[in-house]
């Protein structure tokens, strides 16, 4: 009997470990000013693989809130994408070893425009979503919790969806756009009150859901899971 406890306990144990992240972003948070004579900015920061095995990574943008006329754009140790790329294609995913780092840096350009942007960066393994970590980059901005709170209370629900999806508490959205996960539009919605945004005919898979306001700002990009 003390056997069979002594094993189950390891084996709680075992689990509680294997749960834990094995990714460390540096720093997690970044605030930088931004000159609009410039041509961009950059927030530099680097993510390592803590585990002890070798793991595929995939990192996914989140653009909470950017001035019209700016736009952002990911470098990782694989390449600099468009701007138009919200996600790692998956011909580039990153396979770190134990104790490797890539770079992930946000590239913010102004265009000659004052203005300010707040992006976050979710990082995961590939094929284990819980092992994660989400860095914030903010440009002319710092952090506010009246700001957070009222970003963070949007959702997208039910997820994963099936035929239609609805958000809550977004009464300053005025557009949600569909993107597939390489960055095409694939549908735009008016937002009314209540309403339900239907995905019947959208094939199986992850997609983007970017949500702006009456002024073409963006105020939170989702990530939707289609069944």
């Not at 084996?11 to 041509?39: C, R």
């Not at 490797?100 to 350009?109: A, G, M, Y």
């Not at 977004?170 to 569909?178: A, E, F």
């Not at 095409?184 to 995905?199: H, T």
Request: hydrophobic share 35%.
């Amino acid at each position: 009997m003390k056997q069979i406890l002594l094993s189950t306990i390891c084996f709680l144990v075992s689990l509680q470990l294997s749960a834990q992240a094995t990714i460390k972003l540096s720093p997690e948070t970044s605030e930088l000013d931004v000159d609009k004579a410039q041509f961009e900015t950059v927030a530099h920061s680097m993510f390592t693989n803590m585990g002890d095995t070798t793991q595929t990574f995939r990192w996914i943008r989140e653009v909470e809130s950017i001035s019209m006329g700016w736009e952002s754009a990911i470098c990782d140790i694989n390449a600099c994408y468009s701007t138009s790329i919200d996600s790692t294609p998956e011909d580039f995913y990153l396979t770190l070893a134990p104790g490797d780092s890539s770079i992930l840096d946000v590239h913010i350009r102004p265009g000659g425009l004052d203005g300010s942007a707040r992006i976050k960066v979710l990082i995961e393994e590939v094929g284990n979503p819980e092992n994660s970590v989400v860095g914030t980059y903010l440009f002319n901005e710092m952090l506010s919790p009246v700001n957070d709170v009222r970003i963070s209370s949007i959702k997208l629900y039910p997820n994963p969806v099936v035929d239609y999806f609805q958000l809550t508490n977004y009464d300053q959205v005025d557009r949600v756009m569909l993107y597939n996960i390489t960055g095409a539009l694939i549908r735009e919605y008016v937002s009314y009150p209540n309403e339900k945004f239907d995905v019947s005919g959208q094939q199986r898979g992850m997609y983007l859901v970017r949500l702006t306001d009456r002024n073409k700002q963006v105020v939170k990009t989702l990530v939707m899971h289609k069944r």
